[in-house]
T-cell receptor, first 111, second 113 residues
Framework: AQSVTQPDIHITVSEGASLELRCNYS??????LFWYVQSPGQGLQLLLK??????LVQGIKGFEAEFKRSQSSFNLRKPSVHWSDAAEYFC?????????FGTGTSLTVIP | NAGVTQTPKFQVLKTGQSMTLQCAQD?????MSWYRQDPGMGLRLIHY???????DQGEVPNGYNVSRSTTEDFPLRLLSAAPSQTSVYFC????????????FGQGTRLTVV
């Protein structure tokens, strides 16, 4: 069965520091992978997605993610975090049209 | 372009009451789905539909019904609300193709007392 693991429940970073959010997946074939962000009281917004090809994908708001098949990982990164990045981040894998979400990582940004 | 619209945004129900959460999309997406979001559990799929007249169960379907009479609408019905159904509910839609991005509504926060 497909599954997604986000090992970090909560991360705190200082504004301007770099960020990496971890995501590991379990899936038999080459997966379609997504990162979504959820601001408080809002729905989910797509940050970026990986289907195939270049393993480093660029997304909105300065985020990027790297697909590593050997590690079954799809970690999200940002070189310099802004206070507005404080939110919950979800990694997801899709099979057909069915999404499997991780449990999310809550990001706090301190000034 | 409104995207995915959910109503209501907030709702309080008494145990045993029934209600319908509305979801509408204007992107002509074939695939629509309902999720519930609970702390520490991410989003879990309740029901989904691959087109008008076709629905199927997801991971946590008990206590919920759905129907899809049109492409645009996908209501979620709670038959007899229970406190365990207190959650935030999200509707999503996407094109019916592998790997298509899902678009989410703003959510409905439901409290069952």
């Amino acid at each position: 069965a497909q599954s997604v693991t986000q090992p970090d429940i909560h991360i705190t970073v200082s504004e301007g520091a770099s960020l990496e959010l971890r995501c590991n997946y379990s899936y038999g074939a080459t997966p379609y992978l997504f990162w979504y962000v959820q601001s408080p009281g809002q729905g989910l917004q797509l940050l970026l997605k990986y289907f195939s090809g270049d393993t480093l994908v660029q997304g909105i708001k300065g985020f990027e993610a790297e697909f590593k098949r050997s590690q079954s990982s799809f970690n999200l990164r940002k070189p310099s975090v802004h206070w507005s990045d404080a939110a919950e981040y979800f990694c997801a894998v899709i099979t057909g049209n069915q999404f499997y979400f991780g449990t999310g990582t809550s990001l706090t940004v301190i000034p | 372009n409104a995207g995915v619209t959910q109503t209501p945004k907030f709702q309080v129900l008494k145990t045993g009451q029934s209600m319908t959460l509305q979801c509408a999309q204007d992107m002509n997406h074939e695939y629509m789905s309902w999720y519930r979001q609970d702390p520490g559990m991410g989003l879990r799929l309740i029901h989904y539909s691959v087109g008008a007249g076709i629905t199927d169960q997801g991971e946590v379907p008990n206590g919920y019904n759905v129907s899809r009479s049109t492409t645009e609408d996908f209501p979620l019905r709670l038959l007899s609300a229970a406190p365990s159904q207190t959650s935030v509910y999200f509707c999503a839609s996407s094109y019916q193709r592998g790997g298509a991005e899902a678009f989410f509504g703003q959510g409905t926060r439901l409290t069952v007392v």
